[in-house]
């Protein structure tokens, strides 16, 4: 079976760092995209960010965490992660990451939920002022 967990969020202070962790189960990782999506209570779900499998290795990001967001893998541990520093009270969302359809993120719509099949359950992140 198929599956996505996140970990890693909670509350954190404006200006500090957590890292979100993805971890799968039930098919290899590293052969896949891993894209981090966010959605705050009322919005859009936003794409944040997106790796490509290890063959590639390319990644992206949103602008509004360009700088700020990195993304990385450890193919041993099966596992994505996600460094949040400097985090903003805009960065206050429930995080997802979710399995792509392809080899590499695509530079004209990583962004895009369709682009992805497998979506975990979501770990909560709070940012207070």
């Known amino acids: 079976q198929v599956q996505l967990v996140e970990s890693g969020g909670g509350l954190v202070q404006s200006g500090g760092s957590l890292r979100l962790s993805c971890v799968a189960s039930?098919?290899?990782?590293?052969?896949?995209?891993i894209g981090w999506f966010r959605q705050a209570p009322g919005k859009e779900r936003e794409g944040v960010s997106c790796i490509s499998s290890s063959s590639d290795g390319s990644t992206y990001y949103a602008d509004s965490v360009k700088g700020r967001f990195t993304v990385s893998r450890d193919n041993s541990k099966n596992t994505v992660y996600l460094q949040m520093n400097s985090v903003k009270p805009d960065d206050t969302a429930v995080y997802h990451c979710?399995?792509?359809?392809?080899?590499?993120?695509?530079?004209?719509?990583?962004?895009?939920?369709?682009?992805?099949?497998?979506w975990g359950q979501g770990t909560r992140v709070t940012v207070f002022s």
């Open positions: 039930g098919f290899t990782l590293d052969v896949h995209t």
């Open positions: 979710a399995a792509g359809r392809t080899y590499y993120c695509s530079g004209y719509g990583w962004w895009a939920p369709s682009e992805y099949e497998s």
